[in-house]
């Protein structure tokens, strides 16, 4: 039988880490069904984050146990778990705000702790974070100066971010005018300004209403597809479904791992609130 | 250490303020209330103190020395009232209406003149005159003996009867015509700028941390040490206003005797607020909440108003107290300030002064910073 498509031993590299790793795939037409047959020595796509054993400890209370994962480049991760699941230590440690009792991490490719990762890395904290008492511009300028751009560089992103996030008619409404949701879409745009290539975003979405939280899942899909990398943490199950691979945590611990739909799959259940619920019972994990 | 993040950090902080109508009248407004209302009722002198003289002397009027005596009394201090009975005029003092009682003895004058003229019988109380004061206030006590000493000692050399001792305290090296306000001035303005200071990089701090912002700050480029520095920036350039504000109401306002360099003393408040200013952050550490912050006012508030020269020099106070006075950095600021005001002092004679407070200022920032940087 012929072949439609024959790779053999493909490899990409991409800025020193293989993409592509002696990947052989043939594709054959039988009885008009596409078989395929992947034969994948090595297959690594270049992983933005790689996270190896983490461990935090905060007097005798372990608030991350023993984590691992991986956030490829150019997905949307969802760290998904109740509250005090470990989620925000776990981001505040990447960010660099906490020091991990024992593990490794690097963060695009560079062993943490590294001073050299913070001007690549856009954070968005699960508080408001912003300077109340300073208009929307001038908060933008002041984080927008913190990350050295220059005021040309600052003026083009601010007019984009705000037309992203539709808030031009409040360039110079102080944040304390502002209502919940809006503080929240320039909360994003601060972490934008400046360009990352990967995204921390602590619950995002908490407190925002539903419209406004779509919005903000389109706002994270655009991002993606313009290639930034998106580490989000929730504990809204539904939302989970817009991200390309999900990790459950419970009491510190990553339990499942993978696509919505793998999950689903793995746990013959409707919806990701089961599947959660199918993966890490209560009682903890088994 | 980049320049450019340290001003982005300064240029937020004086935005902030900007923004913050009511912060602005309390570091520029209440410094200058409280200047003006100790400047006005508080001005040091003790005036228009009732007394009461009961005066039994027999002498004829035109020649009588204790009617020449109370008309030399001061009348700025004293007001002056008549009794003719000892018993009534102590009522008037014990009904609260009068601050003493003047009693002059009914041979006063006669006994005066024969003493002068060298008869030695006469007897020391014909000769005394009697001052019962309510001593129950201190400072309005012995205003009312200053003046009726000062009178004393004016009336008899108006009689031609000099002292075998005399005092010439009329040429001063230092502060000629100085009054309270001159001395005062220089202390308040120091306190404030050190209390406004502490107070609002502490609330600032601790708003950082609770709204998120330090979270932010520290995730992104900007280093510890410039986030300090840029505090440091904008409150000392905040505080030297405020002590240019302050002088200048004291200037237009009290006529303030200013005889130094007066961009000196505003160097000095500057570097007392970095000083305060890096207390601030240090303090913000113990703080988890704006509210928890509030309550470190009485600490920072009241040693340094009462231990730290404003009102009463350190050397009013016990000895065994001063050490608590030298570890206060408000002092080194208000004395380095007075001298260059008052005594017209260059940096040479206040170094001791000036570096007392860079030292203070190196270990609050290095600490300060420290304390940012460490990691949980």
Known sequence: MEDDVCIRDLEKDIGGSKAVNTLSQRVKLKNGVVETEVHMKEVHTKDDVCIRDLEKDFDGFKAVNNLSLRVKHGEIYGLLGPNGAGKTTAIRILCGLLRPSSGEIFVLDVKLPDPGVAPHVGYMPQELALYRGLTVHENLEFFGEVFGLTKQQIATREEALLKLVDLQAFRDSLIDQLSGGMRQRISLACALLHEPQLLFLDEPTVGVDPDLRASFWRYFEELRDSGITILITTHYMDEARHCDRIGFMREGRLLAEGSPQELLELTHTDSLDDAFLACCPIEGPQ | ?376
């Not at chain 2, 280093?223 to 302050?246: H, M, N, R």
């Not at chain 2, 003393?265 to 007392?272: D, E, K, R, S």
């Not at chain 2, 020099?313 to 030298?326: K, M, N, Q, S």
């Open chain 2, 1 to 376: 250490m980049k320049v450019s993040r340290v001003f982005a950090v300064t240029k937020r902080v004086l935005r902030d303020l900007k923004n913050d109508r009511r912060t602005l009248v309390l570091i520029f407004v209440a410094p200058i209330l409280v200047m003006t209302i100790f400047g006005v009722a508080f001005a040091g002198n003790v005036k228009d103190v009732r007394v009461v003289v009961v005066n039994n002397d027999t002498a004829a009027a035109n020649s009588s020395l204790s009617d020449k005596i109370v008309s030399n009394f001061d009348t700025s201090v004293l007001n002056v009232a008549y009794s003719n009975s000892a018993s009534d005029a102590i009522g008037q003092v014990q009904n609260g209406s009068a601050y003493a009682v003047i009693v002059f003895p009914s041979t006063f004058t006669q006994s005066v003149e024969a003493r002068a003229a060298g008869q030695t019988s006469i007897p020391q109380e014909n000769v005394t005159i009697s001052l019962l004061a309510d001593k129950s206030n201190v400072n309005v006590a012995d205003a009312i003996i200053a003046a009726v000493n000062n009178a004393v000692v004016q009336t008899t050399q108006g009689q031609g009867h000099q002292p075998p001792v005399s005092v010439d305290s009329s040429n001063a090296i230092y502060g000629a015509n100085a009054q309270f306000i001159d001395f005062f001035v220089p202390g308040i303005m120091s306190v404030a700028v050190w209390q406004l200071t502490t107070l609002l990089t502490l609330i600032s701090f601790v708003g950082e941390r609770t709204s998120g912002t330090l979270s932010r700050l520290l995730a992104s480029p900007l280093k510890e040490s410039e986030l300090v520095a840029g505090y440091a920036v904008a409150f000392g350039a905040i505080g030297a206003t405020q002590a240019a504000v302050l002088l200048a109401v004291g200037v237009l306002l009290f006529n303030i005797n200013i005889v130094g360099d007066v961009l000196l003393a505003f160097g000095v408040i500057a570097l007392l607020a970095i000083v305060s200013e890096g207390l601030g952050i240090l303090l913000s550490n113990l703080a988890r909440r704006e509210t928890q912050a509030t309550q470190f006012l009485p600490f920072i508030i009241l040693p340094a108003f009462l231990l730290s020269g404003v009102f009463w020099p350190i050397e009013a106070i016990p000895t065994w107290l001063r050490p608590v006075c030298y570890i206060l950095p408000p002092t080194y600021a208000v004395e380095a300030v007075r001298s260059v005001t008052l005594r017209g002092w260059g940096l040479d004679k206040i170094s001791p002064d000036v570096v007392a407070l860079l030292i203070f200022a190196g270990v609050f920032l290095v600490l300060a910073t420290i304390l940012l940087r460490r990691r949980e």
